[in-house]
């Protein structure tokens, strides 16, 4: 026995038709999917790269030391700008043509968490060097007090004399 429904489907016929309707709004809504058109002023992926390493970096400096940061009176997007030779509108147009390109996206976030991942090495091996001078210095002040304290013990030796 087969279930009618007021209009004369069967479930069946109904579950077929929703499914039908479904998937014909599927594909119409996909169809309308937006075209990767190139921008007038293309940034290499390179180029696009350096800049959200430097985005990146701006950020994290600003989140580690907001006030600090503040007294350089730095504008970070106007720096980005500056530095690349390029303006909002241009940034945005290359923002979104690499979002829609999937791999190149991936490849520009991969190269930008290797340039990050390095720039981090530097600057820890430049800790490390300081955190070895300041050992040495230490040292260097500690050997100048032994002295001088030896000196003043001599001095005291030969006046006593």
């Not at 350096?50 to 701006?58: A, F, K, S």
Request: charge should be neutral; charged fraction near 30%.
């Amino acid at each position: 026995m087969i279930l009618k429904t007021q209009n004369g489907l069967s479930l069946i016929d109904r579950a077929y038709l929703v499914f039908l309707v479904l998937a014909v709004y599927l594909v119409w809504s996909c169809s309308d999917v937006q075209k990767r058109t190139e921008p007038e002023h293309l940034l290499s992926q390179e180029e696009m790269t350096e800049i959200y390493t430097d985005m990146l970096m701006l950020d994290a400096v600003y989140r580690t030391n907001p006030k600090k940061f503040e007294s350089y009176q730095l504008e970070p997007t106007a720096h980005i700008y500056n530095k690349f030779d390029i303006d909002s509108l241009i940034l945005a147009q290359n923002m979104s043509y690499y979002n829609l390109d999937f791999e190149a996206n991936l490849e520009i976030y991969e190269q930008v968490r290797k340039n990050i991942e390095r720039k981090k090495q530097l600057i820890d091996s430049l800790d490390n060097i300081k955190d070895s001078l300041r050992r040495e210095k230490r040292k260097l002040q500690k050997t100048k007090i032994k002295d001088s304290v030896a000196l003043q013990k001599d001095l005291i030796k030969a006046d006593k004399k």
